[in-house]
């Protein structure tokens, strides 16, 4: 239980590292009031109540923080990514993943008929792409982009109601989450891996921009996901199959709610390309497997690109980190209102997101500072000669020769 003092203290800590964002005192206590009703206990965290919360007569001075005051929200977004990085410390991983928020009518930015998690279903709702920063500390959101359907893009006039920028060109979730990558890891957030679901790990050009970037990766991919071996191209599903049985490590990837997270695994390297990595890697490629202990049928696969000297056991911890995000929209849902906005202008979904995002980080932010005080040996049977999966120098290698760049072209464009 945080003590009622360093609670309000911290706060005001936050405020003060924001408050030159809003120019106007009144729009600052606007802002105070604002992020104080959405850590409050208020039944549904909107304009109307969180106005109400607040003391005020009417909820026209919240909407117009929302909609009509001139701050922008990704001078505060900054703020939020910074202080996060300042808390939760070094040497965490930067998660990719996006939620959605059930909508009715067709006037809110971005709304349509799509797939959301949310509901698991195809639903009438908004897409926000999310980044989240996670380190043993704790875990809180970092960056947000709103995702625009095509049926939107291609309507200006829609946009222009909505107050989308005429400069808003269509991008898919992928290119969302690689605008975010990059401009949360050229702020200096000390992240040094990113990990994210299939929906994103897929994307070859994803993966290359993280190399690029230096950063190390794990990102799922689907069973069908294409491994170059000797034998010419296998489904990655086809390839951890013929996995020999001592080549998976019961390997713990975090914490969960009863306890470890223990599955098994079993990883390969792949082989370099040189184009690449040059004639000595700083990295190796890996294919990567996640299967489950009782339903040994549930398995999921991964590329990574990790440091040479990581193990298996680093690539698992980080695989497993994918599930803070799960945890940041639970929570800022849950707690800061993340998703009970009203708002339908584009702006107004940016604002309320940031300022969400702000309540939430606190939450985190004191969380960590709470918490900062207070296998049996067998002979392994020799793999069929025909395997791609061979042992080398204590650890399993995926063999092939260098990839055919012109082949790599051909599949990745």
């Known amino acids: 239980m945080v003590d009622a003092e360093v609670w309000a203290a911290e706060l005001e800590s936050l405020f003060g590292r924001v408050a030159g964002r809003f120019s106007r005192v009144d729009l600052r206590w606007r802002m105070r009031g604002y992020v104080r009703g959405l850590l409050a206990p208020v ?20 909407q117009h923080l929302l909609a009509g005051a001139r701050w922008e929200a990704d001078e505060v977004r900054d703020d939020v ?50 980044a989240a920063y996670a380190t043993g500390r704790g875990r809180a959101l970092v960056d ?29 979730k992928g290119e969302l989450a690689k605008v975010m990558v990059t401009r949360t890891l050229a702020a200096g957030l000390p992240a040094e891996w990113v990990t994210a679901d299939e929906a994103y790990g897929q994307e070859w050009k994803f993966r290359r921009l993280l190399e690029e970037l230096g950063v190390g990766y794990v990102v799922a991919v ?14 990655i599903d086809q390839l951890i199959s013929e996995a020999p049985e001592d080549a998976w490590q019961r390997i713990s990837c975090g ?24 004639d000595e890697p700083t990295h190796h490629r890996w294919v990567l497997a996640r299967r489950s202990l009782t339903r040994t049928q549930e398995i999921a696969y991964y590329f990574a690109y990790a440091p ?15 599930w803070s995000i ?24 940016y604002r309320h997101i940031t300022l969400a995002m702000l309540a939430h980080a606190f939450l985190a932010g004191l969380a960590a500072d ?27 290698t995926f063999s092939g020769p260098a990839p055919d760049l012109a082949v790599i072209h051909e599949i990745t464009h």
């Open 43 to 62: 039944a549904r965290k909107n304009s109307w109540q969180l106005a109400e919360w607040a003391g005020h007569r009417d909820p026209a001075g919240m």
């Open 81 to 130: 990514r910074d202080y996060v990085g300042q808390k939760l410390g070094p040497g965490g991983v930067l998660i990719i993943d996006d939620t959605g928020f059930v909508k009715k009518g067709s006037t809110s930015a971005g709304v349509g008929r799509q797939y959301t998690g949310t509901s698991g279903k195809i639903d009438n709702c908004q897409i926000g792409v999310f």
């Open 144 to 172: 947000r982009e709103l995702y625009l359907p095509r049926a939107w893009t291609a309507d200006r006039e829609r946009c222009r109601a909505a107050k989308i920028p005429d400069e808003r060109a269509f991008a898919t």
């Open 222 to 235: 689907p069973k069908s996901q294409q491994v170059k071996s000797l034998a010419g191209f296998w489904r």
């Open 255 to 278: 914490m969960g709610a009863k306890g470890p997270r223990i599955y098994d695994w079993a990883s390969a390297r792949l082989p370099a390309i040189s184009f690449f990595d040059g």
């Open 308 to 322: 040479v000297t990581c193990t298996v056991a680093d690539l698992a911890r980080v695989a497993g980190m994918r």
């Open 326 to 349: 799960e945890e940041c929209f639970q929570a800022a849902k849950n707690e800061c209102g993340l998703d009970e906005y009203e708002v339908r202008r584009y702006t107004g979904w």
């Open 370 to 396: 709470e918490a900062a005080k207070g296998a049996a040996e067998t002979t392994p049977p020799a793999p069929s000669p025909h395997s791609p999966w061979q042992r080398s120098e204590g650890s399993w």
